[in-house]
């Protein structure tokens, strides 16, 4: 999809202090040999905070950013990854309510990793439909990964750690500090059962209290199914990873040696390299991949907090061109081109 007209008019992060991963080993939380490997520095760590007040302070800053903050806000989108509160509740409209955002809708987007950038692609449809009075669409997403439940420090490969964060998004047609010249993502079915693996559809994982191990399901996925369409579950994924990633490029009229940047979910280097970076050319330095290894991986936030960074850092122009990829349970990728208008002034 090419968006005929639209911009991030508004950013925000919030972020818990970081956990050092040499802590986390030496509390026999975190294993010595993949840390040694990994490269991994520190986790986000957010404690008791409840997810949906933490994208609530997201929320506010990307609000303060933006030309007429909370008042013109039609739509309100929250995504997340794992738990936000009491079940058969909604999230999105506690954000709202606590945003004093009234007169709009909203709703909650549950695609686990690319829940932000799927809220980009549905966005892409709504905002040209928005009341005049409320033109403009706010996206929050945050995840807290503290849980009885979960092992943050063993969930998923070599370098992939659940981190916990909060980040938001003013999505205007009236414009902004960057374009979106195009959003594409795809479902790969046949990946379905590597994040399900042998677990029971009924009940739920959660409501019977049964801990949630990701990477058990991995495993039982890759011992049932050597190979998908010919090729090793590996090559499948890396596949549809570059696959996506190029349709997007395509869709905006870009090149792939054209991106300043290409922000990828925070993980290991091989996988960033195999996945995205070698299928488009590029050097695994374009990818922010060092700077994830001090925050981990959090959920659908990782290429937001990559971005908010490079501003702040002044290592972005306008004119520049940036990729957001994602990949995400179900199976499926997601990406987003970006070209810098103009350096927001609160940088």
Same mark, same amino acid.
């Given at each position: 999809m090419k968006p005929p007209s639209m911009f991030l008019a508004g950013l925000g992060c919030?972020?818990?202090e970081p956990y050092p991963a040499s802590e986390a080993v030496a509390a026999g939380l975190y294993d010595a040999t993949v840390f040694a490997e990994s490269g991994l520095r520190s986790v986000l760590v957010a404690g008791p905070e409840a997810p949906p007040d933490m994208a609530v302070r997201a929320a506010r800053t990307a609000l303060g950013h933006s030309a007429g903050g909370h008042t013109v806000i039609g739509t309100v989108l929250h995504g997340s990854t794992f738990f936000q509160g009491p079940e058969m509740w909604s999230p999105s409209a506690y954000v709202m309510r606590e945003l004093g955002i009234t007169g709009a809708t909203g709703?909650?987007?549950?695609?686990?990793?690319n829940s932000m950038l799927a809220g980009v692609e549905l966005a892409a449809g709504l905002l040209p439909h928005q009341s005049g009075s409320r033109p403009d669409i706010l996206l929050t997403t945050a995840d807290n990964f503290t849980s009885p439940l979960f092992n943050r420090w063993d969930s998923g490969p070599m370098g992939v750690i659940a981190a916990d964060a909060a980040s938001a998004v003013v999505l205007s047609a009236r414009g902004g500090f960057a374009r979106v010249d195009a959003v594409v993502s795809r479902v790969y079915p046949e990946f379905e059962a590597m994040t399900r693996g042998d677990e029971p559809l009924f009940p739920p994982t959660g409501s019977a209290g049964r801990r949630i191990d990701t990477v058990a399901r991995a495993q039982q996925f890759n011992e049932r199914v050597r /190979?998908?369409? %010919?090729?090793?579950?590996?090559?499948?994924? &890396?596949? *549809?990873?570059? /696959?996506? !990633?190029? !349709? *997007?490029?395509?869709? +905006? %009229?870009?090149?792939?040696?054209?991106?300043? #940047?290409?922000?990828?979910?925070? %993980?290991? /280097? +091989?996988?960033t390299r195999n996945c995205v970076m070698e299928p488009l050319g590029l050097d695994v330095s374009q990818s922010q991949w060092e700077f994830g290894c001090g925050i981990g991986h959090a959920?659908?936030?990782?290429?937001?907090? &990559?971005?908010?960074?490079?501003?702040?850092?002044?290592?972005?122009? !306008?004119g520049d061109h940036v990729?957001?990829?994602?990949? !995400?349970? %179900? #199976?499926? *990728? *997601?990406?987003?081109v970006l070209t810098i208008t103009e350096l927001p002034s609160w940088i």
């Amino acid at each position: 999809m090419k968006p005929p007209s639209m911009f991030l008019a508004g950013l925000g992060c919030w972020l818990p202090e970081p956990y050092p991963a040499s802590e986390a080993v030496a509390a026999g939380l975190y294993d010595a040999t993949v840390f040694a490997e990994s490269g991994l520095r520190s986790v986000l760590v957010a404690g008791p905070e409840a997810p949906p007040d933490m994208a609530v302070r997201a929320a506010r800053t990307a609000l303060g950013h933006s030309a007429g903050g909370h008042t013109v806000i039609g739509t309100v989108l929250h995504g997340s990854t794992f738990f936000q509160g009491p079940e058969m509740w909604s999230p999105s409209a506690y954000v709202m309510r606590e945003l004093g955002i009234t007169g709009a809708t909203g709703t909650e987007i549950r695609n686990g990793c690319n829940s932000m950038l799927a809220g980009v692609e549905l966005a892409a449809g709504l905002l040209p439909h928005q009341s005049g009075s409320r033109p403009d669409i706010l996206l929050t997403t945050a995840d807290n990964f503290t849980s009885p439940l979960f092992n943050r420090w063993d969930s998923g490969p070599m370098g992939v750690i659940a981190a916990d964060a909060a980040s938001a998004v003013v999505l205007s047609a009236r414009g902004g500090f960057a374009r979106v010249d195009a959003v594409v993502s795809r479902v790969y079915p046949e990946f379905e059962a590597m994040t399900r693996g042998d677990e029971p559809l009924f009940p739920p994982t959660g409501s019977a209290g049964r801990r949630i191990d990701t990477v058990a399901r991995a495993q039982q996925f890759n011992e049932r199914v050597r /190979e998908v369409g %010919g090729m090793s579950v590996a090559d499948g994924i &890396a596949k *549809a990873c570059s /696959e996506t !990633a190029l !349709a *997007a490029l395509d869709e +905006a %009229g870009v090149k792939a040696s054209d991106l300043r #940047w290409v922000l990828v979910p925070n %993980g290991d /280097e +091989a996988t960033t390299r195999n996945c995205v970076m070698e299928p488009l050319g590029l050097d695994v330095s374009q990818s922010q991949w060092e700077f994830g290894c001090g925050i981990g991986h959090a959920s659908s936030s990782d290429q937001l907090i &990559a971005l908010d960074h490079l501003l702040r850092t002044g290592r972005l122009d !306008a004119g520049d061109h940036v990729l957001l990829f994602g990949g !995400a349970p %179900g #199976w499926s *990728a *997601a990406a987003v081109v970006l070209t810098i208008t103009e350096l927001p002034s609160w940088i």
